[in-house]
């Protein structure tokens, strides 16, 4: 069971910045895909972005142009940088890894406000 770790959520305001980071732990294998979802109040957990080992990622629409998901195979860690912060960004933010199954960090707030 791959177990993962997110830290670098935060407030921040309106075009500002921050930098979400996740390590798994747990395999000595190689995670095919890892990336970030997330979940606000009231709504449903969206898909954020994704990377597979292999380089290749993907944005949802409402984040493509601000946001930017990097991966470390060696090390098995993946980060979202999130660039152009907007209150509709307001959300938990997960990250998760699939190998074999989906495993599920648990979450890190991520407040954008004036």
């Known amino acids: 069971q791959v177990q993962l770790v997110e830290s670098g959520g935060g407030l921040v305001q309106p075009g500002g910045s921050l930098r979400l980071s996740c390590a798994a732990s747990g395999t000595r294998l190689s995670i095919s895909t890892m990336g970030w979802y997330r979940q606000a109040p009231g709504k449903a957990r969206e898909l954020v972005a994704y990377a597979f080992s292999g380089g290749r990622t993907d944005y949802a629409d409402a984040v493509k142009g601000r946001f930017t998901i990097s991966r470390d195979n060696a090390v098995n860690t993946v980060s979202l940088q999130m660039n152009n912060l907007k209150p509709e960004d307001t959300a938990v933010y997960f990250c998760?890894?699939?190998?074999?199954?989906?495993?599920w960090g648990q979450g890190t707030q991520v407040t954008v406000s004036s």
């Open positions: 998760y890894a699939f190998q074999s199954r989906v495993s």
